[in-house]
T-cell receptor, first 114, second 112 residues
Framework: DTEVTQTPKHLVMGMTNKKSLKCEQH?????MYWYKQKAKKPPELMFV???????INESVPSRFSPECPNSSLLNLHLHALQPEDSALYLC?????????????FGPGTRLTVT | SQELEQSPQSLIVQEGKNLTINCTSS?????LYWYKQKYGEGLIFLMM?????EEKSHEKITAKLDEKKQQSSLHITASQPSHAGIYLC????????????FGTGTRLTIIP
């Protein structure tokens, strides 16, 4: 199984809503990532979890709250978002600290904030 | 300026023709990854290069990393409609694979 799954595929939320994005992998990877991608731009790293611990936070606003409940799951909790947060949110996973190894990406969640 | 530049930004190629996409880094690369993305979808891993002068091939796609480890090229031979998409290079600058910096992307269109 070389798949990273993400739910939901699409999400529309108001600025006062609370929602969560979910990501799951069963490849035994111990590093998991959240990226944000705006239209016609490359993905930008938001968070990295390594062995279920937050290892990188790229100065992301606190309205985005990541959570890694176990080695297979990664959540991104959303609260009080702004319209400019509308984007494609990508989850990825990889083997951490084994030289360099590729990141496997999920299909993404298309988020629209109204 | 961007750490990682790709050229061209977009490319329209007739089916069956060869093409090359370039990725240039302002700093020495520890590793260079090539990905392909269909619009609005996730990234698909193509190849990873680490050593200066390294070259890898998969089906009709060949990627090279120069000796100085600051430039990579992706070459597609006899392009097909299935090659259409956005090609992204991702740089590892020594944080291990946990932090990749992506290039600006090249949008490839294949015309019949």
């Amino acid at each position: 199984d070389t798949e990273v799954t993400q739910t939901p595929k699409h999400l529309v939320m108001g600025m006062t809503n609370k929602k969560s994005l979910k990501c799951e992998q069963h490849m035994g990877h111990r590093a998991m990532y959240w990226y944000k991608q705006k239209a016609k731009k490359p993905p930008e790293l938001m968070f990295v979890y390594s062995y279920e611990k937050l290892s990188i936070n790229e100065s992301v606003p606190s309205r985005f709250s990541p959570e890694c409940p176990n080695s297979s799951l990664l959540n991104l909790h959303l609260h009080a978002l702004q319209p400019e947060d509308s984007a494609l949110y990508l989850c990825a996973s990889s083997h951490p600290r084994q030289g360099s190894s590729e990141q496997y990406f999920g299909p993404g969640t298309r988020l629209t904030v109204t | 300026s961007q750490e990682l530049e790709q050229s061209p930004q977009s490319l329209i190629v007739q089916e069956g023709k060869n093409l090359t996409i370039n990725c240039t880094s302002s700093k020495t690369l520890y590793g260079l990854y090539w990905y392909k993305q269909k619009y609005g979808e996730g990234l698909i891993f193509l190849m990873m290069l680490q050593k200066g002068g390294e070259e890898k091939s998969h089906e009709k796609i060949t990627a090279k990393l120069d000796e100085k480890k600051q430039q990579s090229s992706l070459h597609i031979t006899a392009s097909q409609p299935s090659h259409a998409g956005i090609y992204l290079c991702g740089a590892d600058y020594g944080f291990g694979n946990e932090k990749l910096t992506f290039g600006t992307g090249t949008r490839l269109t294949i015309i019949p």
